[in-house]
């Protein structure tokens, strides 16, 4: 059964600072790994998709990597902002390809 | 495009009762998902529709159950409520699963009381 986690739970850092979330799956026959930010009370805004043949992923200030054979995932945020801060999930989707499992997420804050 | 849409956004509901929840996906997407979110469990999924078709389940009592229409919109019903089924309850959509993005609608947030 495949589960996917995520450390830290929680993390608080200054403006400016660039920082890396992990994420970690148990089964590596995955069809692609997502990562999402949700703010409180919130739906999910996906910010990156890394299929499985993927190593990386880049939008802005944000790069995403996977490495199946060890099954993880980071998610790295340059110059991290205030507007930055929300929870980050990571989920991967299931053998069938139609579900995703998603870790507990890390809750990021930013202080300016 | 307009996003994912869910109504209502908050139901509030006495235990014993059963409740519908509504999702219409974004102009194109075949696929709807939906997504049961507490602080305890975290996400889970709840199930999959493409095309009217179910094509899989996550692990949840046979209370819980959806549908999808022609139009792709589709609705979970959760019938004899219960006050562990107070969650924020999350519909996604997209293209083919499993190559795709999913994108999320804002959730309906349901309280049993």
């Known amino acids: 059964k495949q589960e996917v986690t995520q450390i830290p739970a929680a993390l608080s850092v200054p403006e400016g600072e660039n920082l890396v979330l992990n994420c970690s799956f148990t089964d590596s026959a995955i069809y692609n790994l997502q990562w999402f930010r949700q703010d409180p009370g919130k739906g999910l805004t996906s910010l990156l998709l890394i299929q499985s043949s993927q190593r990386e992923q880049t939008s802005g200030r944000l790069n995403a990597s996977l490495d199946k054979s060890s099954g993880r995932s980071t998610l790295y945020i340059a110059a991290s902002q205030p507007g930055d801060s929300a929870t980050y999930l990571c989920a991967v989707t299931d053998q069938a390809g139609t579900a995703l499992i998603f870790g507990k997420g890390t809750t990021l804050s930013v202080s300016s | 495009k307009a996003g994912v849409t869910q109504t209502p956004r908050y139901l509030i509901k006495t235990r014993g009762q059963q409740v519908t929840l509504s999702c219409s996906p974004i102009?194109?997407?075949?696929?709807v998902s939906w997504y049961q979110q507490t602080p305890g469990q975290g996400l889970q999924f709840l199930f999959e529709y493409f095309s009217e078709t179910q094509r899989n389940k996550g692990n949840f009592p046979g209370r819980f159950s959806g549908r999808q229409f022609s139009n792709s919109r589709s609705e979970m019903n959760v019938s004899t409520l219960e006050l562990g089924d107070s969650a924020l309850y999350l519909c996604a959509s997209s293209l083919p699963v499993g190559q795709e993005t999913q994108y999320f609608g804002p959730g309906t947030r349901l309280l049993v009381l």
């Open positions: 102009s194109g997407h075949r696929s």
